[in-house]
């Protein structure tokens, strides 16, 4: 890749959000969380960014050692109930949990995803059914998490409904198709809920990161780098977001998360927040 390894840091500033924005004042104080893939990465960096400001956070994951193991990390502020976001009972027991046990719903992040197959398989290729297996996930269940948390949050007459998306939802050819399909659809879900759910109060947005070291992006470059060990693909992930001027991390997604969650972003919806340090801003990424 011809630009890994260029420092460009001199080009990007890295004061961009401030812990203390609010004067002290927590930005989520009293409000209930639910986060759908929250034992990993991007969900469990925002699980944590948003108990330190003052939610109470449901970790909705169908990995259960990992999902536990985020709640016992964040204390009595959280509770971990496993989930598979491809069956849409057990989203609805996930959100009655938040219900029965905390009696409303504030902030619901449809947050979890998988790549499917990768390498660079041509369509002539596709597995339908895993094309199937992907879009029951990362669309099915999105759609599901928003059916859910609406159906709790409409009679309460106000939420925050965010979903994640991806730099992969704005051009085609850096994830696979599957994946890039399935992505591209998650801006056009909340332009088509946010037109209903406005009028009720609930707001929706989505988030579009870029490549960030986690262990689904890892292994969706791994088919290209396959002598490389885990640091060396770390740095290859890094790397794309780098072009940019400094790689994508967690926490640049988890405040994104927190802002549009919080009632500062009060009068934002049908919105995708684009977090890649301004990498789809290039006319040629020279892939
Ligand atoms: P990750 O692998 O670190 O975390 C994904 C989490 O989702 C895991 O905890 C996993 O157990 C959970 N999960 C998978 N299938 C599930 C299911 N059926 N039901 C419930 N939970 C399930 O990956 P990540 O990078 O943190 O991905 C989170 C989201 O961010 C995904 O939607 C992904 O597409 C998106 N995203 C990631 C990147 C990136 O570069 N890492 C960039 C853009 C968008």
């Known amino acids: 890749f011809k630009f890994l390894g260029t420092n460009y840091s001199r080009f990007y500033s890295t004061n961009v959000i401030g812990g203390g924005g609010g004067g002290g004042a927590r930005r989520l104080e009293g409000k209930v969380a ?9 969900g469990k960096a925002t699980a944590h960014q948003f108990v330190e400001q003052g939610a109470q956070v449901i970790i909705a994951d169908i990995d ?6 985020v709640a016992i990390e964040l204390g009595p502020a959280a509770h971990f109930v496993q989930c598979d976001v491809a069956d849409e009972s057990q989203i609805e027991e996930a959100v009655n949990f938040a219900i029965n046990h905390h009696g409303k719903l504030d902030i619901m ?6 790549i499917g197959p990768v390498g660079s398989p041509s369509i002539t290729d ?7 297996r992907v879009m029951r996930i990362n669309v099915r269940g999105m759609v599901a998490g928003i059916k859910h948390a609406a159906r709790v ?3 309460l007459g106000s939420g925050s409904i965010l979903c994640t998306s991806s730099i992969c939802g704005l051009m085609g050819g850096f994830g696979p198709h599957q994946y890039t399909i399935s ?3 998650i801006p056009g879900i909340v332009k088509s809920m946010a037109s209903e759910l406005c009028r009720a109060g609930v707001r929706i947005n989505c988030i579009s990161p870029g490549p ?3 262990p689904m992006s890892l292994a969706g470059v791994r088919p290209f780098f396959p002598d490389l060990n885990q640091e060396q693909m770390v740095a290859i992930v890094n790397g794309f977001s780098e072009l940019a001027g400094a790689k994508c991390e967690e926490i640049d997604v988890a405040q994104a998360a927190l802002y549009l969650a919080s009632d500062e972003a009060k009068y934002i919806t049908g919105h995708n927040l684009i977090v890649d340090g301004g990498l789809t801003s290039f006319k040629n990424l020279a892939f």
């Open 109 to 114: 992040y449809n947050n979890a995803g998988i």
């Open 153 to 155: 949050m409409i009679p």
């Open 183 to 185: 992505k591209f659809t």
């Open 64 to 69: 259960a050692n990992g999902g536990s193991q």
């Open 34 to 42: 639910l986060i759908t893939g929250s034992a990993s990465g991007l």
């Open 212 to 214: 960030i070291a986690t």
């Open 126 to 132: 596709l597995d339908l059914n895993e094309f199937d």
